[in-house]
């Protein structure tokens, strides 16, 4: 089998066991909307600064949570069993495509209840979907790696926080200022910059992920 | 003598630019006044740091191609030099800051960058205490050395000349060459720069000449 067919077929059997027991999905789901619902009870109204900030925030740690399990998930036999079938190549590659998918859904779902939970105050809701969308797609290809290698230390859960926060803290910066940008509606041609360099910075992840999983999966 | 002209060197050059630094003559600018003189020794310590970063990563690819483990060795010592370079330069800056723009931790995207940077390395150091097999330390913190670095590029050489920043060279402002430096601290600067690039990587071999004396030792204590 060539790489784009091992891919193929490694997300599609990612999907089809998501879709069987539905756990990442349901409670990324809950906590998403708990979280939304505990911060409109702390602060009722908001302005438009900590509006955004709680956002980023909140889809932040729904990330993490969703991702920091896309290694540990299935038993180390099982994974074994993988090695030998697929490249380690078209295993992260697998990887970053199902969870940039889990992320892009989680998010835009996120910003559906947490526009209706707290009054939606986005001047350009287009230009703000998509720097949402940017944002989810960077999440997914910077903590795929990051949680690969995490899952090799046995204290996963806090070297995963520990290990991704400063590398995710650029991204963050650039994805608050140009959603902040669309939030006050100011014009799209000054984002232009920021969208590229997310873009960069998720090209420039994807290549080096694919240059070092093969280093990192064997034990 | 012939492998440690460089060490010399480089002893000279801190010297020669510490003398000149301070009693050598600056040009007259406002705010700024004599504490110009602080960009002999705030910036050479970034360049310093990035340096011994720079040879962290380079020994960690190494050490993922080849296997030997004093690369390992090597790649930890320079990011624990390039840490100490990196509390220098926030030192040395903070100070600065405090005189010329009033407060030691001003709101700019570089101070921010790098201490984030310095996260981003602190971590690295987490991550290896948290491996207690030596070969698999190695490997993993190998590929997260290299992963973080390319982003760490982007956090204090790329974000910063996007946004505004009180640093010359960024966001519009002009760069030191521009403005303040006559054709005086120019040669100075860069003996400066010079000098502590090699005394980090000094203070590197020295580390990695004292972690191989103790693993010898080691292992000969578990051998015995």
Not at chain 2, 73 to 86: D, K, P, R, S, Y
Not at chain 2, 199 to 204: K, L, Q, V
Request: charged content about 10%.
């Amino acid at each position: 089998m060539n790489l784009l067919q091992q891919v193929k077929s490694l997300v599609a059997k990612d999907l089809s066991l998501e879709w069987r027991s539905k756990y990442a999905i349901n409670s990324i789901l809950l906590y998403v909307v708990s979280t939304v619902f505990v911060c409109y009870q702390a602060f009722k109204s908001v302005d438009i600064f900590v509006w955004n900030a709680l956002f980023w925030i909140i889809l932040l740690f729904a990330s993490i949570n969703a991702i920091s399990r896309s290694f540990t998930q299935e038993s180390p036999f099982r994974q074994l069993y993988y090695y030998s079938l697929a490249s380690p190549k078209s295993i992260i590659l697998s990887k970053i495509i199902y969870n940039t998918l889990l992320m892009v859904f989680l998010s835009a779902i996120a910003y559906l209840t947490y526009s209706i939970i707290f009054k939606n105050p986005v001047g350009d809701a287009l230009f703000y979907f998509l720097a949402v969308l940017l944002g989810s797609v960077s999440f997914a290809t910077v903590f795929t790696m990051i949680s690969g290698i995490s899952s090799k230390t046995n204290n996963n859960s806090t070297i995963m926080a520990i290990l991704s926060f400063p590398v995710v803290i650029p991204l963050l910066i650039v994805l608050i200022k140009l959603s902040h940008n669309s939030l006050i509606g100011a014009d799209r041609s000054g984002s232009y910059s920021d969208i590229l360099v997310l873009l960069a910075i998720n090209v420039i992840t994807v290549t080096v992920s694919l240059l070092l999983f093969p280093y990192l999966w064997r034990d | 003598m012939r492998k440690n002209w460089w060490k010399l060197l480089g002893a000279t050059f801190i010297c020669i630019s510490i003398i000149a630094g301070f009693i050598g003559p600056v040009p007259k600018l406002p705010i700024l006044h004599e504490t110009i003189r602080n960009v002999y020794f705030h910036v050479p310590m970034w360049f310093a740091m990035i340096t011994l970063y720079a040879i962290s990563v380079f020994y960690s690819v190494k050490y993922l191609n080849q296997g030997n483990p004093k690369f390992d060795i090597i790649a930890v010592e320079a990011v624990n030099t390039g840490i100490l370079f990196c509390f220098l330069g926030l030192l040395t800056g903070m100070q600065w800051a405090n005189i010329t723009w009033g407060e030691p931790w001003p709101n700019d995207p570089k101070l921010n960058g790098s201490a984030i940077a310095t996260l981003m390395y602190l971590a690295y150091l987490v991550l290896r205490n948290a491996l207690e097999e030596e070969q698999k330390r190695a490997k993993i913190s190998a590929v997260y050395n290299i992963f973080a670095f390319p982003i760490m590029i982007v956090l204090l050489y790329i974000l910063p000349k996007l946004t505004d920043s009180l640093h010359p060279g960024s966001g519009g402002n002009s760069t030191f060459s521009d403005l303040d430096m006559d054709n005086y601290m120019r040669p100075v600067f860069y003996t400066a720069v010079a000098g502590w690039i090699l005394i980090g990587i000094w203070i590197c071999t020295l580390r990695y000449r004292v972690r191989l004396i103790e693993n010898t030792r080691n292992r000969d204590v578990n051998n015995h």
